[in-house]
Structures are given as structure tokens and as C-alpha cells.
């Protein structure tokens, strides 16, 4: 499969791959329905982004303080009981 946007090749993979793995902002906000929902934040703490008054744990390796973009697909939201409770599934 292969994305293009204004002409120019943004991904290219197996169908699974580009929607589990989008290269970019626009694959990822492309492909999908609905589309992957996108939060900005920072790094906060080793495994952790701040967005606001949220606090949302990641894996990876990403240096604190590093502007980020967390891409959150609307079937893997799960929401809990409480005021913020939720699960996000990596």
C-alpha cells in the first residue's frame, strides 16, 4: 500500500503496518475511520507525557523536556470509572 499526499510518497507497507506504524502526522490522521485522534504534549518524565492537566505513560526511549505528538486510535480507549480513569492500548 502507499500514501501519497500532494504528489509526494508519504508511506509505503502493508496495509496492517502503515496503520499500526503511520510514518507521519498526515498517515496517521489519513488512515483510519475514525480517523487517529492527536494530542500535543511533552515529555515530562521517563515514560510519561504531560498534555495538560493529563499525565499519559508511554515505552520508548525520549528525552524529557522533547515536544511530542500522541497518537491515541479511538478503538483502543477504554474508559474506566472516576473522573480521568482510562487505558490506552499501545
Known amino acids: 500500500m502507499a500514501v501519497i499526499a500532494d504528489?509526494?510518497?508519504?508511506?509505503?507497507?502493508?496495509?496492517?503496518?502503515?496503520?499500526?506504524?503511520?510514518?507521519?502526522?498526515?498517515v496517521a490522521r489519513f488512515?483510519?475511520?475514525?480517523?487517529?485522534?492527536?494530542?500535543?504534549?511533552?515529555?515530562?518524565e521517563a515514560g510519561v507525557v504531560a498534555a495538560g492537566?493529563?499525565?499519559?505513560?508511554?515505552?520508548?526511549?525520549?528525552?524529557?523536556?522533547?515536544?511530542?505528538?500522541v497518537g491515541?486510535?479511538?478503538e483502543h480507549l477504554h474508559l474506566g470509572e472516576g473522573d480521568i480513569e482510562a487505558t490506552v492500548k499501545a
Open 31 to 44: 488512515i483510519g475511520s475514525p480517523p487517529m485522534n492527536t494530542i500535543e504534549g511533552e515529555v515530562a
Open 72 to 74: 491515541l486510535r479511538p
Open 7 to 26: 504528489g509526494r510518497l508519504q508511506q509505503v507497507g502493508e496495509p496492517q503496518t502503515v496503520y499500526e506504524r503511520p510514518a507521519n502526522l498526515f
Open 53 to 69: 492537566a493529563s499525565r499519559i505513560p508511554f515505552t520508548g526511549d525520549v528525552a524529557k523536556g522533547r515536544k511530542v505528538v
